[in-house]
């Protein structure tokens, strides 16, 4: 990709596979080697059935809280194949994929979802908001947006520090309309930081159609704004994802500055568990992105490169409902709470006077009258 | 009389005032279609059509800068913020402008509108679905602040809110949202802003709370009542401008006070009401006035019901001050 | 003007006017009537005599603060001149001859500055921080671009109404770097809001250059982000922002949206009475920018037409003088200070107890211990 | 020793600091090349170069949240917002980010950085040049909030401030940037944070403040002297966490207590102050605590000098609650 500012009339939608999953544009096939084509595809298939059984689960009351990122697997996996292991990553809720590929762990993984005692956050946050610093996956929080410029700051300091470093953000589309994303592009199209923006355009945003969101046509396009390429991928073709994405991140590590990806894929499921979407949308939509799904894409592309068969896929299969299996068994096995000292610690390094001393209250109290509950 | 929750109250209201009034627009995310994401505008879009319902992009500040706009040119905006947890990206123009145009435009600029927003913890919701964030805007000269603890109050004080000249902050309760059910009139009846109640008359001690933690409040009066504890209960309901008269009345009575609330200890509302009490009722005060409040840390997700006052902790703080 | 989205490669800068004055683009002539032609002129002329002499005055203790327009006489009153008497201004604290063009008397003008017992806003704003609702004028604050998004709400409004008010809202270029310039322009290509975005690129965010502001080339091409026309227009021709800014008004009438202006000009002065550019800036860079000054180029431009003689000049000159130095003195007469009570005024409606509680305190100690000062 | 102001005191920390660690890097409007509208950074981009000392675009949130993010990383940025007024756009990511990054991720993420910005009212400013937001701060779990008084405990404190392991908020009385002069060491010394200073001993009663108040404090403290009142002046210096010790042990001498603010009434520190007397010295109340505060009301531009507490009203104060 040349180092000039994309023209918005140039933004073409890049595609290496076609919808049977054959490579139609050689030249962009990332050559991805056969090793980590399986990878990829043995991820995708683990999301979705994570995606499955913790919904499932969810409704069964036994998990609080889950986003399922069905039909956006292949965005997760195509870019986070193109990460470096040193590279940064401030990911949205719907990334769980880049943090499996990178090696965190699925009794970790449950664990962040319960809540639980062994949960590495210590029970403090929502299911899906997970944080692993170990592999760089900067920790997550509702407020859409807010990692955006987080992220620009941070490749800002791997520019100073001169380590090779690159980071990347990912963000929905209707992350694209808050303060946050306008100021990260803009300080990152000044600093020519070392930043990948990668907006997974689902089309909806909760109930919010992309037509409502914002008045462009793209949001590729949107890049022009801050002097930085913009990229239009198909985001349910992983090796097109993986192409811009490495593009972006030698266009980072050359010194040439931030690039802004826009991913088109489709939020197939609810927006998390609490929605409702036949509420606001045509159930006919979701049924039609079914027929562009990202894993059987894949799934047909090792197919034809002749590194998928019925019997691996059996197995892929068995192999991860055992792990799921044994993980969540793990996780579901530990105890339900954290301390409740752990509550006071952490606001701060040192704990202040005032947290000790509610620290102390709240277990007099606790030890005066048991757990809480109704009995109180 | 139907009987109704604190959605359907909400709603009832939000109806009623865009019948009588034309000026009432609603705006903000998933509003419309969807009537947000726990119904309260429900069915609103469908009567009174897009442009008087608006889903808007995913801007906070958006939501209020604009409904500024609206205020300013004469409308009167409703704005919905999804969670209250979400409206700091808005503070600025909530602070620096709603609260202030009125004063730096010499008058000439009311902004009268009703920002909307659930509020509170106990409902699973982690750091950022859970917060009480009140004392942020009560330490706001020129903003309102109210907080109904049950349905027929936030139909009343929203139609106040709504026809009130000044920006209002309309905390919702939405651990409550459809628990709290009880008898509302079908019609308008408003419930005057800058007015509490008197939830339970008792002797022996004042109790302060507002919204959800009302009710956790009444399970502890009944539990400082079988330890011979008298309560009495105020629902601040207006937390600015605040009815210093019921407040002080009641303390002057009791010599004792205790205050609930679910937001962190540290500046929280429950600071200022010690020290207007200590400005104004010193020499009653038989027993140094207690906090029950939310701990000074993030809100969490395994340990909220440890986090927030329960009726456990407010009634030991009953007890221990009527016997101080 | 199409009503299709401006392609950034084709913003041009739109000039009417050469450097001479001389009309160089006929189409685009505004064909303003001869009596607002001589009235742009003399706004201009006065504008520069109150630069002049109001920041002359700070200079010598008369007055508390203060910021020039000097060299962005031409976007003010070029676009002051399309709107209608209807039409609603949300301004940033640039734009004084824009209130003054509308009728904002000087009096009031100059009684604001000074904050006194006659300001209409009762003393309460910083110098500058006007606010004139019968002209439609709406209230400054300080924080930078504020009003964009306000500006869109207001003309969502409008919309709503279908009273066929348009508004226009000014700011700098610094400002789109903020928040609000962000959500504004989103909103308003969201709505087709009937809204002008009135950008004074005059090359400086107090000591920051338009090169550390943004990575884009211009500001126009930043409507490309919100699907919205963007226009480059010199902003040192009067004309030219004319002619760009009734095309914006009727496009915001006929529905067709909001357009983005970019007005490319200069601030020839430190950017406020407290500011000193020696410390940052090369002073020939002004000096360049004094060779393309825009009330010369007017002008010229009258002259060429006939419109002007040095009579006529002397004959203005001599008027604006004396109308100003005869509002000054009678603004100066007031009592310097409005009535203590006014400050627990306007903040509600009603006034609440506390407030009625502080003014009594405030003004019983005032009464013990006479006017606040050293002897306190 | 030289003597410094509290822009030069402020200098000369980031300087040393600079130096010391190379982690430190500066960003904000206007604070390279020029130094900053205050001067504060003057002649650091000359020393240090562009990358650490970082003009940015005009964005309080961009500002915080690309310091946020090279925080995270591993640097330690020392943000300056140009007047606290306009931090408000930057709001969501102190309160929901920076205050939250430690905690949220079970302690995997610190987020160390110091937010200078100055503060106060009295330089003819206006609305939004004036305020002291402090309590937004103090009512903000994960903040620390730093408010020096004068050059020593400036330089001292912000070194403090800048070696933290957590955010801090480093509010500068920028009335007094110039005014207060004093003696300061040339090297690097730390003045620990969370360590309140008797400023005067007394035995009638205890003031407390902060910032630019102390010096309005120490002249009302001669007047009080002179009406036969001996007052013990603390200096709070950290408001979050606070010194509270030093607080109690004082009120519990003098049994008496007066706060004085700038910023609003309603819900400011001060209210916390009484809260926490109340809490933990209530029997030795011999006097109701007061507060004598800026009204809640926008920052007035000419009426100034009657809205910012003076001498004369702090006096008043501190001799009717000696003589209660
Ligand atoms: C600042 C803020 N406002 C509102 C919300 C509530 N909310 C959570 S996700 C969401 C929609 C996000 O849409 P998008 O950015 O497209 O991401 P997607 O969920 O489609 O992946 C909203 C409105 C929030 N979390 N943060
Ligand atoms: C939100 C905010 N941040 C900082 C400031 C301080 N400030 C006042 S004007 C200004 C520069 C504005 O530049 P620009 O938008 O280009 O307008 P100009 O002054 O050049 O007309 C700054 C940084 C402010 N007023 N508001
Ligand atoms: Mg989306
Ligand atoms: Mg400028």
Redesign the pocket.
Known sequence: MAAAVQKPNETPLVRVLDDEGRVRDPKRDPEIATGDLKRIYRHMVLLRHLDERLLRMQRQGRLGFY?TSTG?EATQLGSAWALADQDWIFP???EPGVALWRGYGLEEFFCQLFGNAADPLKGRQMPVHHSVARIHFVSIS?????QIPQAVGAARAAQIRRDGVAVATY??????S?SDFHVGLNFAGVWRAPCVFVC???????S?PLSK?TGSATIAQKAFAYGIPGVRVDGNDALAVASVMREALERARAGEGPTLIEAVTY?RGP??SSDDPSAYRDPSEPKRWEKRDPVERFRKHLHARELWSEAWEKELVEEIQRDVAAALEAAEAMPPKPPVASMFEDVYREMPWHLAEQRDALQGYLARRGPVGEAH | MPVMNIIQAVNDALRLEMKRDERVVVLG??VGKFGG?FRATQNLQEEFGEERVMDTP???TGIIATAIGMAIYGLRPVPEI??VD?IW?AFDQIVSEAAKFRYRSGGQYPCPMTIRTPYGGGIKGGH?HSQSPEAYFTHTAGLKVVIPSGPYDAKGLLLSSIRDEDPVIFMEPKRIYREAREEVPEGEYTVPLGEAKIAREGRDVTLLAWGAMLHTCRKAVEKAAEAGVDVELVDLRTLLPLDIGTVIESVKKTGRVVIAHEAPKTCGYGAELIALVNEKAFTSLAAPPRRVTGYDTPFPYTLEHEYLPDAGRIEEALVETARY
């Open positions: 986003m956006e949205s809720y719907r509702s407020p859409v947006g807010t963000f929905g589309d209707g992350a694209t808050t997974r355009n689902n089309g909806w945003a909760i919010v969101q939020r927006h998390s | 995310e998933d994401v995913l801007s906070e999804q969670f979400f990206s950022y």
